[in-house]
């Protein structure tokens, strides 16, 4: 199973990217987190450049095809003005008309100094992953300390078990 994880901050030192790092490196068997970092490309959004008929700038095309080719999503984003920062919000306006995200299961959290924090951030980004049908799981903040990783474990493990052919096969 393949995990695409894409972080809402893109600063270089950000939290909510070490924690999709940690994320990468204990992942349970069969499963492969990919960091994709392709958010900063992506233009803003515009329709005017859906409907011209031409070729989708080769970001999107790029970012496109990441979500096409994963079984899931795990997003760690920070909250920006209250809401989701306006590239993880561009970026998923990109693919509102083309459909990856559709049903697609996408496991959500954001990285916090402490637990009240970021929690409308991941309000917001839980409303706009409900426009495009995607499936949600998880949506609380994992604060920095000694059960991070063990959080960001559970949450992978749920993300899993949400993947309709992960579960277990009948007999
Ligand atoms: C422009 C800006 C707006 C922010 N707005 C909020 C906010 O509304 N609520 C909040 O809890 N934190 C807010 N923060 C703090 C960030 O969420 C916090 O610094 C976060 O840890 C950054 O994540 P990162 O380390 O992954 O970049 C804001 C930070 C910036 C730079």
Redesign the pocket.
Same mark, same amino acid.
């Given at each position: 199973m393949r995990i695409l994880a894409i972080?809402? %901050?893109l +600063?270089s +030192? %950000? #939290?909510?990217?070490s924690l999709l790092r940690v994320a990468a490196t204990s992942t349970p068997a069969g499963v492969r987190i990919v960091v994709f970092d392709g958010l900063r490309d992506l233009p803003h959004f515009n329709p005017d450049l859906e409907a011209s008929g031409d070729a989708p700038p080769a970001a999107v095309l790029e970012w496109r095809r990441a979500l096409g080719e994963s079984d899931a999503l795990l997003i760690a984003t920070?909250?920006?003005?209250?809401s989701l920062p306006g590239s993880l919000k561009n970026a998923i306006d990109w693919v509102i008309g083309s459909g990856e995200l559709g049903g697609k299961v996408v496991g959500i959290t954001a990285?916090?100094?402490s637990l009240e924090?970021?929690r409308? #951030?991941l309000g917001a980004l839980r409303d706009t992953l409900a426009a495009v049908r995607a499936t949600v799981v998880g949506g609380e903040p994992i604060a920095k300390g000694p059960s991070r990783e063990a959080e960001v474990m559970r949450l992978v493990s749920a993300i899993v078990a949400s993947v309709p052919s992960a579960g277990p096969a009948d007999t």
């Open positions: 972080c809402g %901050s +600063q +030192q %950000s #939290g909510n990217l920070p909250e920006y003005g209250h990285a916090v100094p924090r970021g409308r #951030g």
